[in-house]
């Protein structure tokens, strides 16, 4: 009764993103095996949540597996693993800048960042910008100013990403941080806060979702440079036997 | 102790939007009262949330100030007020749908589409095309292939949007609606499922906020189309007493 | 089985505040009733959350009783009323300032300051400062910087005190407002955000509690100044019969 | 005060159910009685819940009393515990389907999978068809159009059941699932989006309860082939001393 | 702008059950508008949660629109309109009861019933065996046996439906009701009971959701004696512009 | 599908209590036809929950069905209703105290007066002595002493019931209060309050539930004075339709 | 800074109770040091809620200390520990039964019975009798019947107590259990539930609350034999300094 | 990509506080590295939340870094480091009192008065005066009377800061602690209660929050002696690159 993973590999000609595999929940081994099919694939394959331990034991089980084989890359600091190599900047897409508060929101704002990062955008991290010390924020509001699409990550009482959209112009994609204690611990004071905000325009996701912020980054950008389907045309609607294996 | 609202005549060239006046908590003559200075200053005025009698009164009010006086359109399907004429629409801006699951969706969803409305922007409406009954999205997902950006209204379980972003590339953003009963009641359910969705890059704004929507529709097409701040250069981090009366 | 409410007289020389009266949930008689204890023990009377129905049938009560009494005094904006006259302003307690979102917290706003003003404290009140428009509160800093306590009232997401306690160093008392919708509605992501703030020092109080933010200054206002309790001793723990009518 | 537990074996005469051992709470020893008890009694004995490490002890303990004693089978898959041998599959009974969203809802469905098997009941699981690759649930419509009954589990928003209740006439038992982070950490998300469904006749059990969704589809297959009860007359109301040991 | 609703009226072939339109939120022009359309259609239109000055209204509209048309009910202690003329019962199709715990959830039990009548199956009510006074249930019990699908409505603590499927075989579908005050006020409670019950197999919808409860019993009754989609073919999966009007 | 009311007549000698009819949900004329049923078997009937609209039109439907007929009696602070006339006080069974902390607890106090006062209990009032003035209560504690068991009833924090059970030996029962706003409307901070109490032994009931309160001290009564069925057996567990008209 | 615990010694002659050590969050040397102060003091020690490994560190400090000193128990089965010797059994004060739903609340339920046979109360254990096979409990109504108090421990839907208060007329304190999982975990659900019971006279403690059900019982108990103060009377009014050492 | 943290050093003359560094989320060498920012930069460090495992790493890295460098300090009952000596203690400034219902509440007290320390400000512990044994608070009365401020710690049901500002004048800071199980688990429950307060100017912090209620008091001392900021002057409004390092 042992089941494969049945990959979406229909993700990016139909909406442009490659399908992000949650490691938090995974084993080493269902990892290994879906990065294998996934470069086979021929897709640029992204794991999220991944502890230091269980990032060296699917190297290990790669390693094992193909030796000198897929090129796998260990972004510790955003808990993700990448592979093959990651594609070459497209510096036409634009640019996405990563605002966070304080020290915590680091891991989540590196996690957006790498997302982007493998779909070949450009992303700064803007950092420690916290609404406690708002000069801070004032300092960099023309670097701000610079980028096409704003991921702001907050905890606390999330008020970043107010203050950021009643500033700026772009579109600003909020992230609520699970970290704090009381009513802070898990994040949904921030995400409250987020939701409720009196800046208009602001748009949110899920507590710690770094890599969902950057998808909707994605599709913001492509939807500026016009995202094209590529000419294999995908019968969403009656999509038979024949077209997948 | 009277106090008139401080209206924040900067937010158009400083974020590109007007600031709108949410009506539901505001007597008929502040709304008046309001609706004057914005038109005054030259601003397209937006009341949201007006109820049919309130948006009599105001009229009423607005009519014995200055007779002949500036235009006001009530929208009562949307629950809005607007004055003096809206803009002309500018095509180049890019186009908008809004999508709903169901008739108690169309009022938020005529909320966003006034709002986009009144920045120049060509707003369509896809309503009724509900999860429950797949095919009559599936019907229409060429029609919704043309838009720039996608506002997706759902209640109940608010399952709509993730459909819509699994199938579609373009930016999707996802209104939970108050409607329903039980769970469902307030649209905390839906909310939730939105937040939740395995759809990746949907983005959430509060229940029932269609102007809210709307303005991070504005921001993406904006950033679509090179958003420049006018030539009076805003002074956000300085703003001295002669810039503002 | 018809009850009196008991009055709480010791409370003035015990804590130095009058006992308000919260009128959303008593009849008019009871209201009328109670003032009338209160006038008589000498004290100044205040009922708070009077609706402009109640409010005229206490004062029909109150004059049908004693035509010519006890002035008193209907503040509609603040939802209350005072009896008989207010006291002079002492200059010496010290100055506090009650700043706001938008329009919506203008009423608990107002009752702050009535309540304040009941023990003859002079209060201003900064109105429409919201962070979605900061240069308007940053225009007002150096007037903030005058106050001794700062009482802020914000709805929506609750960010204006957490911005204020970051750029001022006075007492910060925060009170969350009940307005908005969806998530904000009721005032629960306002009041978690001023919990949970990233600015250090800030006190919180109920939702809509003007009344008690009011207080909370006093206490401060009194240590300030070195509140003394009058020279009739209060025998709190051993209180006997003989010492209470 | 050694307590054995008091087993309800009157269940399966009275409502056609084996009763089912919740493991997650018990230590291995309280286990291995019960199955001896049950097995002892002539019940296929069911253990839900059970961690690796505690199956190997309940298999220790269980060969130490009785070598070559009743036969244990250990799922790990559906972390299940069973013993002795499983029934015969009925043909007859008609036939469920288990369908799952994405690789984090497998052990709930094969937990759902395994209860049923112990009532000789044939399942077959129906996996990674989750609604943001919508196609790959369409591919599989018709397969799923054979079963009798449908459960189906998924976490994050809890979609999926919507969708298939939308498109199939059969009863469909939603299972929400607990995987997941922010929002829907714990499962309430999907469970609430279960319950508001839009879809007519969907119903739905606790988080993560496989073990509640097959005995629901039990109920429903034995009402379709006419359970009986066997002849013995169970006297529930006023059930004697002399009836039960 | 003026928008009808779009009807799935292939829900009757797809999943053998009629449109229900959920009357709280509409208005009765648009609630008699639909009522034409269904009838016109040839299905029988259910609408659920009228009240009685609504249903007067829309009799009024459908008489002034064609005199001597369509045979409207109105069904005041469930809160429901019907036309035209129910189909016959369907013996066949089993039996249906719907036990309650007390006075309060009749409305939600009606509802249930006269959805089920609608689709020609017969039901009983039992009414007020709620188990603070547990005798009244256990006198009934032989009743109860009769049934092939039980619906149990009970608010406050919940406890009935465990009960009853503790005690009989067939399959239970739990209705929380909204009725009480304190925890219990809005069904919450009565619902997480329900979920969280130690009786196996209980299934649960919606809080007051008779509707949702009755469709569930349909798809059991229809499993149980194979329901066949008519022969004209549904193309879910690629339904053009052709095979709908 | 007329039903009448089932009501639960074997109460009094099961478990020595009458029947209370939840007056908030039902018709005038429901509870007129329920209180006749409840009058001709004999009992002392108890409505609660009734407006004071309600209680006249019930006098008014009595009246006209049976002139001169049994004596309704309306208690309005209370909002309950009581027929016929009450039972004598039986001083052997001891003295409950209904202990509030201000005006808005007093109807709920009354009610659980009422409630025993219809089972012959002697019952006090001590009223308005909430903690925010603690010798209000202190000054009462030796008569407080004097009760077999207190009901203390505080709306707010609640804290009050915790101070009492610091202070006194005999059982209590605390009755969380609605009342409020902010995070104290519906009675859940002061529901939460009391079951996190630190003080030992103390018990609680549903917010407002002055009916439940009362029953509960009925039950210590009985229990302290040895309550004994009647002598008609009541067979419960096998009530056969011999026993039950 | 080293603070020792300032025990409420006069507990027991104010409210008939020792004061109980909840043991989870002190350390084994903290716990020592309490018990020896509480058996200097000549009372009989309680702790609740200590793991195997804390009790064992508790007994070497405290042989350690006084080899040969104070004997103390532990009591594994219900977590606590015990010093010096319990005090006999009082058979006059009267029996107090504890019923179960199934084996996870038998810790809770022994908890409970330590408490109260410190205090020299007679309590037997009624385990397993679950509502999901209800004759486990009517089997057993009459030896219920001879208790003068129930504590009634559930968990999962906690409909337990309802069920018993339904049938019998003693004084009825439920315990919800946090056992469970889904919308069960951490014993919120059956909270719920026995709030909103409909039984009458029902009360309820904190979740896992043994300890203080057995006190709510103690407190019944000593208000039944007539709970009398010691003659050393305590001036909790206005107890000096010279009270208390 | 490696980010320091940036730190804000402008606090103290901004605002009079230094900046805390939350412990509980940063690795050992993220510590010591900030540590030696703040050294460096002249301010008194303060790290909270730190294990005991934690604060010895951190130590070996000092040291290790400048062997015989900065002096730091663990103070193990606050769960705080501080470095380097603390500033002289200024009798001037007022005096705290930081008061403690129970054992568990201690070290949330200890990290207050830390903070207060690292500020030169006089701090006392006045601890277990709970309320369930209420003489032991108002034998304290004359003490507490001495304060300039009040900070109450409260766990459970979190009435003791209600009992306190009813009995005393100050301001009284409340902080509710997450100690307890049930539905006290995690805080909430006292949180609530303190909010809800029926004592008048009751502020409240999140939960656990002692640095937080520390910084509230140290701004109402420097509100009472006139705290000033330095010379230099803080350019908030239009802080330029040369205004900072």
Redesign the interface.
């Known amino acids: 009764?042992?089941?494969p993973?049945?990959l979406?590999l229909?993700?990016r000609p139909?909406?442009?993103?490659v399908e992000?595999v949650?490691g938090?929940?995974?084993q080493a081994h269902?990892i290994a095996a879906i990065l294998c099919d996934l470069v086979a694939a021929g897709e640029t394959a992204l794991v999220t949540r991944v502890s230091p331990g269980k990032a060296a034991a699917v190297a290990r089980l790669l390693q094992a597996q193909t030796p000198g084989g897929p090129p796998l890359t260990h972004h510790p600091?955003a808990r993700c693993l990448t592979a093959p190599a990651l594609p070459p900047i497209q510096q036409g897409m634009?640019r996405v800048m990563v605002v966070t508060?304080?020290?915590?929101d680091?891991v989540v704002a590196?996690e957006a960042a790498i997302a982007l990062r493998c779909h070949g955008v450009h992303t700064s991290?803007v950092?420690?910008?916290?609404?406690?010390?708002?000069?801070?924020l004032?300092?960099r509001?023309e670097l701000l100013r610079e980028a096409?699409?704003l991921i702001v990550c907050a905890g606390?009482?999330?008020?970043l990403p107010?203050?950021v959209?009643?500033?700026?112009?772009?579109?600003?994609?909020a992230v609520?941080m699970?970290?704090?204690?009381?009513?802070?611990?898990?994040?949904?004071?921030?995400?409250?806060?987020?939701?409720?905000?009196?800046?208009?325009?602001?748009?949110?996701?899920?507590?710690?979702?770094g890599?969902?912020a950057?998808?909707?980054?994605?599709?913001?950008l492509?939807?500026?440079v016009g995202?094209r389907?590529p000419t294999r045309e995908i019968d969403?609607?009656?999509?038979?036997?024949g077209d997948?294996p």
């Not at 508060?101 to 915590?104: I, L, M, Q």
């Not at 994040?187 to 710690?208: E, F, K, R, Y």
């Not at 969403?236 to 036997?241: I, L």
């Open positions: 009764m042992s089941t993973a049945h979406d229909d993700r139909r909406i442009g993103m992000a949650w938090q929940d995974k269902q600091e634009g508060g304080g020290t915590s680091h590196r991290l950092e420690d910008v916290g609404v406690a010390g708002l000069h801070r004032l300092d509001l096409n699409v606390m009482e999330g008020a107010t203050v959209a009643g500033l700026l112009p772009q579109p600003v994609i609520p699970s970290v704090g204690y009381g009513v802070s611990a898990g994040g949904n004071a921030a995400l409250q806060g987020m939701l409720a905000s009196c800046a208009p325009g602001l748009t949110v996701v899920n507590i710690d979702n890599y969902g950057a998808m909707a980054a994605l599709r913001i492509n939807a500026r995202f389907e969403v609607k009656g999509a038979g036997a997948r």
